[in-house]
């Protein structure tokens, strides 16, 4: 008959531990204890990530918008005594349309040009001025008109319909809520079509001035 080792009828110590009440208690409360540990890393975070996303929302909803131009009017004027100089009278309007946010203008250029390649045929300086929240601005003045590229310009309007173009270009600041924003650059151009009596067409109540179009092209503005 063989031998019997002692260790057949030693007992297996690790599996007693392991199926132990005490031993299923630790574990649990070792499992406990890492979720909270993780929980502790991943709480901060939603928080962040929360307010982070707070903020964006309140960000999109108080960003204000571009100040709009439109003309309103233009008349050509030609005038007989040929000592007088050649204007341009013009109407534009200025729309703030944000209700939290007033605009702060530096001083605005506004030209006009005809031709190909453009000339221009006058040029004004409109001065620095504030605007207010939700406001509607109508600035009219008189313009110049160089004699050169007028003569071409007035010859067309004689004939028939003809195009003015018009370029602006400005800089402007919001203050919402008591703060300053940086100056915000802003270019602009568009095209006004001249009826024979050298107005503005009053197909359109008024005519826009946007930032791109590829029939406008790019104006020449010396400044």
Same mark, same amino acid.
């Given at each position: 008959m063989p031998a019997i080792s002692p260790a057949y009828y030693a007992p297996n110590y690790n599996n007693l531990l392991h199926h132990s009440p005490l031993y299923n208690e630790i574990n649990a409360l070792s499992q406990i204890s890492n979720i909270f540990v993780k929980s502790l890393y991943i709480w901060p975070l939603k928080v962040i990530g %929360? %307010?982070?996303?707070?903020?964006?929302?309140?960000?999109?909803?108080?960003?204000?918008?571009?100040?709009?131009?439109?003309?309103?009017?233009?008349?050509?004027? @030609?005038?007989?005594?040929?000592?007088?100089?050649?204007?341009?009278?013009?109407?534009?309007?200025?729309?703030?349309?944000?209700?939290?946010?007033?605009?702060?203008?530096?001083?605005?250029?506004?030209?006009? %040009?005809?031709?190909? =390649?453009?000339?221009?045929?006058?040029?004004?300086?409109?001065?620095?001025? @504030?605007?207010?929240?939700?406001?509607? $601005?109508? &600035?009219?003045?008189? &313009?110049?008109?160089?004699? $050169? =590229?007028?003569?071409?310009?007035?010859?067309?309007?004689s004939n028939a319909t003809t195009e %003015?173009? &018009?370029?602006?270009?400005?800089?402007?600041?919001?203050?919402?809520?008591?703060?300053?924003?940086?100056f915000h650059g802003l270019q602009l151009k568009g095209i006004l079509p001249i009826d024979s009596d050298g107005k503005l067409s009053r197909k359109k109540k008024k005519y826009p001035l946007s930032r791109n179009s590829n029939k406008l092209g790019r104006f020449k503005i010396r400044h």
């Open positions: %929360l %307010l982070g996303l707070i903020v964006l929302c309140l960000w999109l909803a108080l960003r204000p918008k571009n100040p709009s131009y439109s003309i309103m009017f233009i008349s050509i004027q @030609h005038p007989s005594n040929s000592s007088e100089n050649c204007t341009i009278f013009y109407s534009l309007q200025i729309e703030n349309p944000n209700k939290d946010s007033s605009i702060y203008y530096d001083k605005t250029i506004l030209s006009f %040009l005809y031709g190909e =390649p453009e000339d221009e045929v006058g040029e004004t300086t409109i001065v620095p001025f @504030h605007q207010g929240t939700g406001n509607t $601005r109508d &600035v009219s003045d008189t &313009v110049n008109a160089k004699p $050169r =590229p007028f003569k071409p310009l007035f010859s067309a309007i %003015l173009k &018009v370029a602006l270009i400005t800089r402007y600041r919001y203050k919402t809520w008591g703060i300053k924003s940086k």
